[in-house]
């Protein structure tokens, strides 16, 4: 369990970061946390022939508000500086709930929120929290720079948008609409693994207390990120009801195609999600009525 | 004599040098132009090799040497038979071991094809990759029951089939007793497989000295003695070249007790290149490389009278060795002997048969086979109780053999050879205890119900076992009062974490009066203690516990007598206390035990014929059977029905191991036990596909609990000594993890009981389980619809 060779660079500014990836692109990966990253390198799974450690540049990392009531983040902003930070509690609360669910403190130390987001794992958290959220991402390169909305990023298994020669950099998450609440779940064999199924919710409610904005989003369940757009429709302008909630529960677990593995049949996830969906929705329902 | 340290929970002696960082384990073992091997391991679990081509690994910078089954020449025979079967009429078994390399045929995923010797282990990883392998894959068979079929792939070609072993034991008349029965239960029970996956992986560094034509080994094992033994047979040495050198080792649990590859092909290229060499399993190698357990499918059948008496059992069952069977029968013998549990049992017919599959090979592993035997028996005792409308507890101490019946002769074979004769035993006690620690009756009679009608599904589980330990042949120890006052202990066995170092020297230091951190123990040096067999099923403090008694006891002798003579007093006058031998109520006249050591070696001067020379004295001590531990486990959980997850919120245990000698490290074993014991019933299970590939070898899906999913132990004792040894104790090593399965079973079946499948309830009869079978089995209307 030793990585094969690899040349290695270190750049200290963003500039010869992407200097370094217009060279290199295809042969390269970017070492952020390296969570994943060097586990799948001692396992021979990964083998880049050019490691980028980005740990250096120094302006990767930061949590600030925006003027709009948003929030800016830092691709290497660590997982334990999200976790802990107040803005984030106070701007996405949905983060702030999910963050305690990744692994384990050591890892939430070293791993960041852009290395979580460009790894696209199906089973991480973070993609589905960032789909649920609409989340912007800075992509840059030497080439210029681009943003991107989560719904366009995540595109398979493993896979992004991002092009080799691009480096992500920035989140943004804009404002919460007034009377929105948020709820996470997840079910996982033992604390901190990968879920074995886990949702996300933000529901908007007007002044009637009618839904007016509701995303569903769920992970483990696909290829990526998976974004329940039926519950959307069955729950726009109307009343969101326990009955309302479940049928939009069961409308989630009847429009996945859920994977098998070793730890949870298809239909056990199926059940997972019906179950998790239920509750992360009426969970946020209960959270927007409450705000105000 | 005093028991200053005899029963006391004091702190373990070892715990400073681990606790700091400071104790040595293999891997650091650093030696001057010291290589590093890795190992070149099939990735099909049945193939035919038509060829290896190392041509361009050999030119790879850094590579030293690179040894194919060829290059070994006569060294690449199969391997020994460390366990011969016990003489059992109409007895099958065929030994099939492994080579060091494997020649013309793989038999298992990660089977040794070569190794490749380097200067660091990531060139050595390289150059793996270079080395180009002509595979024909062949069939594989990885199920028990598809590798009897007729047709089955064969995995050694020169048998008639894959039936490894068969054994058949019986006492008294099943077949007569079971027309009697007012009740008969039969059920199917299947045990999946599972692995130690201790914390250190294995690991072996050679070094060969030349110019002195010595060799010095240290290894991961749990049988220093016997590897040091087996290598001079190998490589033609007298026992005297080699030292084997065991240190602090990260677990054992069994697996590190075989003879493995690694352990003749290190020393033999340390020796080939003259240059020391290391090998450290990495985790993924330990999957595969490393012995695994547990796989047997039972069909087992229980009589019993309208009052719940037990009138015989009937087991027939299988079990999967995987591709070799060097542990010989060990297993299953565990599992026919530990079955009888603490009942008694008048008739039983108990017949298994062992067989080869395309596996891992399967050797004990803390339990060793001893789990699926209370499993099935447990679920048995449930059964019954459901359908004749008794009590669970009352079911088994109905049927539990009584103080009088000691010694029980059970009158079919043990593991070590000799009739399975129970030493003694008081089992109504502990069943008592357990059921009053946590609150059976209340639980049953009110919070149940109570908790019910709220809509949760909680459930309490009770059951009870018996562990036979303490087996011989046999184990020695050497004491030595060193001149500093010190005194030093050498004994055979390896440590892996058990506490030898401090309850060898509790035994001693209360014989010598001398204060425990005193008391030098070293284990597992054959260069320090060179008889032995061992560290394995829970017979470290019985066999090697009382060879230190023995030892203390004659070192005790010879300084009364030097002492006496010395202080001009009768023997009985002398008292050993505080490091110093002294006249009984007058403490200034006597001798410090360093001086009187000093005195006992005298190097000028003439002594008499036959004097010894220091304190010193070296005893052994074989038992003439096993000692037999018991205890009963209970537990309350709850199952939340919509996820499955099981929440453990009691878990109590009983024990009896006769005389505890440290309370504290015998906690820690329950504890320990207790916790693997979940692991293997609940999260963990090595799962292959049809090929058999193991499709789950690494910690990313193969699941260890954590401190977070093993729950607050309480705990108590009881204390039935065994009579057969001076110290009266019995082992506790695997105690911890051998009732848990059935446990679980019945605790989550009693949680789940009201859940309606259809006309009948869940009824658990395989092990492990998990959140996502448990949904399978309380849902069957969802399985195989996605």
Not at chain 1, 266 to 291: C, F, I, K, M, P
Not at chain 2, 479 to 507: K, M, R
Not at chain 2, 744 to 773: T, W, Y
Request: proline share 6%; glycine share 8%; hydrophobic share 40%.
């Amino acid at each position: 369990m030793k990585p094969p060779p690899f040349d290695y660079h270190a750049p200290e500014t963003t500039a010869e970061a992407l200097t370094l990836l217009a060279k290199y692109g295809y042969d390269a990966s970017i070492l952020a946390g390296g969570q994943s990253l060097v586990p799948t390198m001692n396992f021979r799974l990964a083998q880049p022939t050019v490691l980028i450690d980005i740990n250096r540049i120094p302006d990767l990392a930061f949590i600030r508000s925006a003027e709009d009531g948003g929030l800016h983040i830092g691709a290497m902003t660590r997982h334990r500086s999200a976790e802990l930070s107040p803005l984030v509690a106070e701007h996405a609360p949905l983060l702030h709930e999910t963050m305690p669910f990744i692994a384990h403190p050591p890892i939430r130390n070293r791993g960041t929120l852009g290395g979580s987001i460009a790894h696209a794992d199906p089973a991480a958290e973070l993609p589905a929290v960032m789909l649920a959220l609409n989340a912007q991402f800075r992509l840059q390169s030497q080439r210029g720079e681009r943003w991107i909305a989560a719904r366009d990023f995540f595109i398979g298994l493993f896979a992004t948008a991002r092009e080799p020669d691009e480096l992500l950099t920035e989140i943004a998450l804009a404002p919460l609409l007034p009377r929105t609440g948020c709820a996470f779940r997840e079910v996982a064999r033992r604390h901190g693994d990968y879920a074995l199924v886990g949702a996300a919710a933000v529901v908007a409610l007007d002044a009637q207390g009618r839904c007016e904005h509701a995303r569903l989003t769920l992970l483990s369940v696909g290829e990526g990120p998976v974004d329940v757009h039926a519950v959307y429709h069955l729950l726009s302008e109307e009343m969101p009801s326990a009955d309302v909630l479940r049928a939009a529960s069961e409308a989630a677990a009847r429009d996945i195609d859920p994977p098998a593995d070793i730890h949870a049949s298809a239909a056990y996830r199926r059940h997972l999600t019906r179950v998790l969906s239920e509750d992360v929705l009426t969970r946020a329902t209960a959270r927007a009525r409450g705000s105000h | 004599m005093a028991t200053r340290y005899f029963g006391k929970p004091i702190r373990r002696n070892e715990d400073p040098r681990l606790l700091r960082g400071q104790a040595l384990f293999v891997d650091d073992v650093h030696r001057p132009g010291m290589l590093h091997m890795a190992v070149l391991r099939s990735d099909y679990a049945h193939a035919q090799i038509h060829g290896i081509d190392a041509k361009a690994a050999r030119e790879r910078p850094g590579v030293v040497a690179i040894y194919t089954a060829e290059d070994l020449g006569d060294l690449n025979q199969p391997g020994p038979l460390l366990v011969a079967p016990p003489p059992i009429d109409g007895l099958v078994f065929h030994t099939r071991t492994q080579r060091p390399l494997a020649v013309d045929k793989i038999r298992q995923v990660g089977e040794a094809l070569a190794v490749v010797v380097a200067e660091s282990r990531y060139v050595a990883e390289d150059a793996l990759a270079d080395i180009v392998v002509d595979l024909e894959p062949l069939d594989a068979v990885a199920d028990m029951e598809q590798a009897l079929a007729p047709n089955a792939p064969r995995i050694h070609e020169d048998l008639d089939d894959n039936l490894a072993a068969h054994v058949v034991q019986e006492k008294g008349s099943y077949a007569a007793i079971r027309e009697q029965a007012d009740v008969l239960i039969k059920r199917r029970f299947v045990y999946d497989r599972g692995t130690a996956a201790a914390l250190e992986n294995r690991g072996i560094v050679a070094d060969w000295d030349e110019k002195n034509q010595h060799l010095k080994v240290w290894d991961t094992t749990q049988a220093p003695i016997p590897v040091r033994n087996g290598l001079a047979a190998t490589f033609g040495l007298a026992e005297s070249q080699v030292q084997v050198i065991a240190p602090f080792i990260g677990g054992g649990f069994g697996p590190k007790i075989m003879f493995y590859p690694e352990e003749i092909l290190v020393p033999w290229i340390a020796m080939q290149l003259k240059r020391p060499v290391k090998w450290i399993e990495d985790r993924q190698e330990n999957f595969f490389a490393t012995t695994h357990e547990r796989a047997q499918i039972h069909d087992a059948e229980i009589a019993l009278t309208s009052d719940g008496r037990i009138l015989g059992v009937h087991d027939v069952f299988l079990h999967d060795s995987g591709a070799y069977d060097p542990y010989g029968l060990t297993g299953p013998l565990n599992t026919q002997c530990t079955l009888l549990g603490p009942y008694d049992i008048p008739n039983y017919y108990t017949e298994f048969s062992v067989v080869f599959t395309n596996k891992t090979i399967v050797t004990p592993y803390r339990g060793a086979g001893r789990q699926h035997g209370v499993f099935v028996m447990e679920r048995l005792l449930d059964f019954a109780a459901q359908e004749l409308g008794l009590d669970r507890v009352e079911i088994r101490r109905r049927n539990y053999l009584t103080p009088d019946d000691f010694p029980h002769n059970h009158e079919i074979i043990f593991q070590d050879f000799a009739p399975l004769v129970y030493d003694s035993g008081n089992y109504a006690p502990a069943l008592a205890r357990a059921a009053e620690m946590i609150g059976y009756e209340k639980f049953i009679n009110e919070e149940q119900p109570r908790l019910h009608a709220e809509g949760r599904y909680v459930g309490i589980g009770i059951v009870s076992y018996v562990e036979g330990t303490g087996i011989g042949p046999y184990e020695g120890a050497r004491v030595t009062v060193e001149p500093t006052g010190t005194v030093s202990v050498a004994t055979g066995v390896g440590t892996q974490g058990q506490g030898h170092f401090t309850v060898f020297a509790q035994v001693v230091a209360d014989l010598l009066g001398v204060d425990v951190t005193k008391v030098r123990v070293v284990t597992g040096d054959t260069n320090t203690f060179h008889w032995g067999t061992g560290t394995f099923a829970s017979r470290g403090a019985v066999v090697a516990g009382n060879a230190c008694h023995a030892a203390a006891q004659a070192v005790r002798t010879k300084i009364l007598k030097l002492a006496g003579e010395k202080l001009e007093v009768a023997e009985e006058d002398l008292v050993l206390e505080n490091g110093r031998v002294f006249v009984r109520g007058v403490p200034q006249r006597g001798i410090d035990l360093g001086d009187l050591a000093t005195q006992a070696n005298p190097l000028r001067g003439a002594v008499k014929p036959g004097t010894e020379p220091g304190l010193e004295a070296t005893s052994y001590f074989g038992p003439e059977r096993g000692a037999t531990a018991n205890g009963v486990h209970a537990m309350i959980v709850e199952v939340d029905p919509k996820t499955m997850l099981v929440d453990i919120q009691r878990y109590v245990v009983v024990h009896d191991c006769g005389k505890v000698i440290n309370p504290l490290i015998l906690e820690g074993q329950i504890h320990g036990g207790v916790a693997q014991g979940i692991g293997n019933v609940f999260y963990e299970q090595l799962v292959y596909d049809d090929q058999a590939q193991l499709l789950n070898a690494s910690f990313m899906d193969y699941l260890i609990p954590t401190a977070t999913d093993v729950p607050h132990m309480e705990t108590d004792h009881i204390e039935t000594p065994s009579p057969l040894n001076p110290l009266g104790v019995k082992g506790a090593g695997e105690a911890g993890a051998i009732p848990v399965g059935a446990l679980f079973a019945q605790a989550i079946e009693d949680a789940l009981g009201d859940v309606d499948l259809g006309g009948h309830n869940l009824k658990i009869c395989e092990m492990p389980l998990s959140p996502n079978r448990l949904f399978e089995l309380t849902h069957p209307e969802a399985r195989g619809a996605a």
